[in-house]
């Protein structure tokens, strides 16, 4: 009765999305550029996982990363994915990932000001006793908290930002507007948006006093759409299994198929929960694991040492989870899209990800390349004896 733990890459892309172009994403790659960039980068136990090999295959490159130093001693099976969901989003890439491929458009907030329609405008200030918004355009969350924070404390008018994904992120001071409030203000934001069809509505909370001094704090919330089928963890849950999601996981799936919501942030509580969940997980529990840095951090403000260093400190967590493992538990490392930080502008990425699934009863094998997302997620719930509407298994008892 095996145990299955989800590490969830957020962004780490590989490239070789054959429909980048169609993104404005031609010759993006998130791993390949940042090893580029990036001298002496040491992450040998994902390369022992399979990683470089499978960004290799994706991308048609031949770098070279040494797995001397690695800890890591499982079975391996390592590939790499397509993403057939019509968006490059994090909504779309867990859910396809998860069984539900998004194959029908998002809707979107034009990028320059005003972003957002002002009957949207209105009805939400009329509901939430709102004078006005500030922001009202597409921007970086942590470059308009700077702009505009010192007018949202004198004024009392939430921050409204939008971005290249499906959302709507309202920004608010913790202290001097209020976390409850904010929320309220989201909960309201997001019965409004139902006619435009878009994903999520996003709290942005933060502290500091002035211009240059304010900063991001761990309660954002996300306030998302419902999938459209049953995911993964519905079907999980369902079957009367346990589903653990850490991070931001609850939030993207809308609460759906989750029976215990663990709040963290930052790679080493990301790291920290995961660890202590499994140390009392259930048998044939799922952990679904966010680590949202990499994309949040990194991807965004496209720095390329923060990142390679990241997935270093990453990297050197994972012996931690192989020693916690039992037997027959398995673990996959997948990402959702990319986030190339030596792209221009500052969105996601179109990129294939990479899929590494280890264990110590796992046999060694290349998966090659899969069609979508969503045989990973058939592959989970084949080791836990279930199944999915979409994908194919990829998984393989030694």
């Not at 809707?107 to 320059?112: I, S």
């Not at 004024?155 to 913790?174: K, L, N, R, V």
């Not at 209020?178 to 309201?188: K, S, T």
């Not at 609850?250 to 920290?272: F, H, N, Q, R, T």
Request: glycine share 10%.
């Amino acid at each position: 009765m095996p145990r299955v733990i989800i590490l969830m890459m957020d962004s780490f892309g590989i490239g070789g999305a054959p429909d980048a172009a169609e993104f404005g994403d031609a010759g993006a790659d998130t791993f390949g550029h940042i090893a580029d960039n990036f001298g002496g980068w040491k992450i040998p136990n994902l390369v022992k996982l399979g990683l470089l090999r499978a960004a290799n295959e994706a991308s048609g490159n031949k770098r070279v990363l040494s797995d001397e130093g690695a800890r890591v001693e499982v079975g391996t099976m390592y590939g790499h994915c397509r993403e057939i969901s019509l968006a490059k989003d994090t909504t779309s890439g867990h859910w396809e990932l998860a069984g539900v491929p998004v194959l029908k458009p998002w809707g979107y907030f034009r990028p320059e000001f005003p972003s957002f329609p002002q009957e949207l405008i209105d009805k939400i200030c009329q509901r939430a006793g709102l004078k006005g918004i500030l922001g009202n355009k597409a921007a970086s969350g942590t470059v308009i908290i700077q702009e505009l924070g010192e007018e949202h404390i004198k004024t009392g008018m939430p921050i409204c930002y939008t971005s290249a994904d499906s959302c709507f992120q309202i920004a608010a001071h913790e202290k001097y507007f209020g976390l409850e409030r904010l929320y309220e203000v989201c909960q309201i934001a997001f019965e409004e948006i139902k006619p435009y069809n878009v994903a999520r509505i996003i709290a942005r909370p933060f502290v500091g006093e002035k211009s240059g001094e304010f900063v991001r704090t761990k309660n954002r919330h996300d306030y998302s759409v419902k999938p459209f089928e049953p995911t993964l963890l519905d079907v999980v849950k369902d079957s009367g299994k346990k589903v653990i999601a850490i991070g931001k996981i609850s939030d993207i799936y809308a609460g759906c198929g989750v029976s215990e919501k663990i709040m963290a942030s930052g790679l080493p509580e990301l790291w920290d929960k995961t660890l202590s969940a499994l140390a009392t997980a259930p048998r044939n529990s799922l952990i679904f694991t966010n680590f949202v840095d990499f994309d949040m951090l990194y991807g965004h403000r496209r720095d390329i040492n923060g990142y390679a260093k990241a997935v270093e400190y990453f990297d050197t967590r994972l012996p931690e989870l192989v020693a916690a493992m039992e037997e027959d538990d398995v673990a996959l490392v997948v990402a959702d899209h990319g986030n190339d930080p030596t792209a221009k502008g500052s969105d996601h990425t179109r990129e294939q990800i990479p899929v590494l699934m280890f264990g110590k009863k796992i046999a060694n094998a290349n998966i090659g390349e899969r069609k979508s997302f969503a045989d990973v997620g058939q592959s989970v719930a084949d080791i836990l004896g279930l199944k999915l509407q979409n994908g194919i298994s990829f998984y393989k008892r030694d």
